[in-house]
Every structure is written in structure tokens, then in C-alpha cells.
């Protein structure tokens, strides 16, 4: 992988806003590491083209890859987030 720009969606960034302090920082170590192209545990999204996730505890991260943009869609907790 190289380096990749960030993009939210309106929902993601409401999601964000939610979350509880610490899960932020843990997010934004996270999407910092997925900038630079670092290696993470990402699983794709089953019945999805170009579609993952990350895990991040109790809490999901699901995002598009298109070409050098990262699009984040949703950051929700695990039972919410496939919904």
C-alpha cells in the first residue's frame, strides 16, 4: 500500500462525533497508520467490491478504497454497524 488521503461521509463524521474520548484517539492512531500505507487488520466486507473494515474494540471503522482516497462510511459499534 502507499499513502492514501481521507475522505468522511456526513454520516461518518456524526458517527465520530459520538464516540467516547478514548475511542477517538484509538481512531485517529488508526486512520494516521492507514494514511501512511501501514499494515492493519483489515477484513473486506463480504458482497462488497472494495469495501473493509477495521476493528477498533467494541467499535468498526467501514471504508471504500478508491484509488488514492480512503472514503470512511460508517464508525459504529460492531452490533450497528452492518446495518
Not at 454520516?11 to 475511542?23: S, T
Not at 472494495?50 to 471504500?64: D, H
Amino acid at each position: 500500500m502507499g499513502r492514501f488521503e481521507i475522505g468522511f461521509s456526513k454520516k461518518a463524521v456524526k458517527d465520530y462525533k459520538k464516540l467516547p474520548k478514548d475511542y477517538k484517539s484509538l481512531v485517529d492512531l488508526l486512520l494516521s497508520k492507514l494514511i501512511e500505507g501501514l499494515p492493519l487488520d483489515l477484513k473486506p466486507i463480504i458482497g462488497e467490491k472494495n469495501t473493509y473494515r477495521i476493528r477498533v474494540g467494541k467499535y468498526r471503522i467501514l471504508f471504500e478504497i478508491v484509488e488514492k482516497t480512503i472514503l470512511i462510511s460508517r464508525i459504529r459499534s460492531r452490533g450497528d454497524v452492518y446495518k
